[in-house]
């Protein structure tokens, strides 16, 4: 049986499989058992909490009573459960009960998981989510237990998130045209909260939408008068500004305008006149079609899911038509900024790789070899890692890596550890040479497909014989780039510059989290050339390649700072300001790395801004994520509401079109809080770790007590892979080989951290943390003496 469970209004369970017939809960402490249980999120509740908040003051028999009331509550959700069977749903664990409902199962999670999805889609879409949420009260939260101190934080929580869902379902009908509908239902949310200066708006705006300009101005004034009167406060400046556009009937309060009247029409006018004018096979669509899904993936959610399927469809018509010069300017119009290291679909990244590898050989070739050429295996190429990607915020364009203006607006500089290859005062190299590596050794020249010699790595434990072994281990390589047999060598301009640049970007973009060094010769050749160039949008993209490329050890957050300050600079300078988002977000990562939370903080302000100013919605995912990772990294939190918080920024990601990032990332974040806090890993049976599971794994063992099993997995564990959480995950490995004695893993996690000695642990994702490297690597030490 599938129970459901209502807390919005009076607390209820139903049969989910039986048409929602009721389940009889008894008397009011079990319903208090259950409500408490729901409150804690399926997480467990100590026997002598429930007691602290059942009773005043406990009778004695107290620790029976609860038995009782969880043993009848366990009859009533889980009838058919056999004797002497464990419980399912209901469960013992440690020392108190958890109920382990589904995440759809509470109407207050449901309710969430609506709110959330509607932030991502467009009015249209959000209004019927919105109705559906708020469909879902039946009075105020928890009712019965108002005055319970327990209930109250909760209460109070979900009522500020309904009012919310209120206005948000009103602002939408605005939008659609809608406000005589939006009208009743602010005016009854208004007399119960006549402190919402929002909803005053939005009542004043529908008035006027409706041809009732008297009566929005008269709102106004009640507002102003139940403000001024009863709080001491003026009205703020959207009240102000509303009712002086109103008494001055502002053209873009117009109902049609509002709609989009104007850039509807525009857009309506332009594309039928495209259609009309531009033939239906001409190689010019592709093109624009490139450019629009570009756009299209920046709105993230479902535009984003439809322009990576495009995408592909898009690059295989244009090899269809022969022409590589067409393929490669489709391929390289995609330069939407990444700043998540794991692939959101594998698969069609090394897809897109291998078109561009192929693209980049008939150039250089001068003729196409198509999409049915043979591919072959490239040396040193592996295709983009396990994992997802994670689109980054909007937009293209982008700064060189030369040095950030000194004392540019608004941008403090990156410090001086911030000297590495990229970093401030870097020269670029010039045409004709050679150039350095990030770690100062020589880098042949490239030839005109940007490959160079192969060379060894040792750039990492694994270099030195490292035994983990798995899929991102060297020598999993999978066939992605073929060789041309037709290279010229040398930096001679070939003609076709820049689309080779962009060729190349892309490929260090797409191979991003592997092991193989053709990323990296992608991203320093994409880089040498756009700065030869002096392509400022060019230069954007191909250091979104060196951002992704510069994980080949730990430590690197200095580096990636400095290419985002050059990345903000540039784009600053040249309004690119999809690359300066990613800029922000990328110093954001980098200074949390480093611990330097204040100016973290300002650049995730900073990209807010930009994201609300120029509608990209995955920035506040990304921002909302960082901030959790502050509140657990500055300790001013309790556990609970950490976890809390982090299951709040989950939310966002439901629907945001970035399965790379999100699939396994809240068990894993949970994860590091509980280790960073000196707690055992959570064990909840069904929690879906992701790509994370093999180093979770040996964590949920020893905290089941299954030490010889916890052994055994450690031995399996890979080394992870080059990308954000390559600290966090090297950090969790050498947690679990200290709890079970692994010497020889203890002693390649203390070489691979070491290098990070001076960062937080994890923080360089922006997501989460467990840490000071520096308190690992002490702990590391001492296993070893």
Known sequence: MRVGFGVLGPVVAWDADADGRAIALKGPRHRAVLARLIVARRRVVPVSRLIEDLWTEPPPGAVGAVRTFVAALRRALEPQRPPRTPARLLVTEGPGYALRADPDAVDAWRFEQDMATAATLPPDGALPRLEEALSRWRGPAYAEFADEGWARGERSRLAELRLHAVERQAEARLALGRAAEAVPDLEAHLAEHPWREGAWRALALALYRTGRQGDALAVLRRARTLLVEQLGVDPGPELRRLETDILGQAPHLDPTAARGGAAARVWADATAAYDRTVASGARTRLESTAALLRDLSMTGGGGLLTARRQRLAAVAAAEELGDPELTARVIGAYDVPAIWTRLDDPEQAASIVRAAERTLAALAAGFPPGPGAPDHEAPGHEPPGSGATGPGPPGHDAPGHGAPAHGAPGHERPGPEATDHGAPGHEPPGQGTTSQDATGHRVPRHDATGREAPREEGTGPGARGHRLAGPEAPGHDTPGHEPTGHEPTGHEPTGHDAIRARLLATIAVESRGGRSERGRQAARQAEEIARRLDDPGLLAFALNGVFMQSFER????????????????????????????????????????????????????????????????????????????????????????????????????????????????LPLALLCLRVERGRPAPTDADLDWGPYAPWARPLVLLAQDRRAEATAALRTVPEPPRDLLLEALWCLTGRAAIAVGDRETIALAHAALAPAAAELAGAGSGLLTLGPVSRHLADLAEALR
């Open 554 to 665: 730990a430590g690197l957050a200095p580096r990636r700072d400095a290419t985002g300050a050059e990345l903000i600079a540039l784009a600053a300078r040249h309004g690119l300001v999809a690359f300066e988002v990613l800029g922000h977000l990328i110093r954001l990562q980098a200074r949390g790395a480093l611990g330097d939370f204040a100016a973290a903080d300002r650049h995730a302000a900073a990209a807010d801004r930009l994201g609300e100013r120029h509608e990209r919605p995955l920035v506040g995912v990304f921002t909302a994520w960082y901030r959790t990772l502050r509140l657990a990294a500055t300790g001013r939190a309790d556990e609970a509401a950490v976890e809390a918080a982090y299951r709040d920024a989950a939310a966002r990601l439901d629907g945001a079109g970035m399965p790379g990032l999100e699939h396994g990332l």
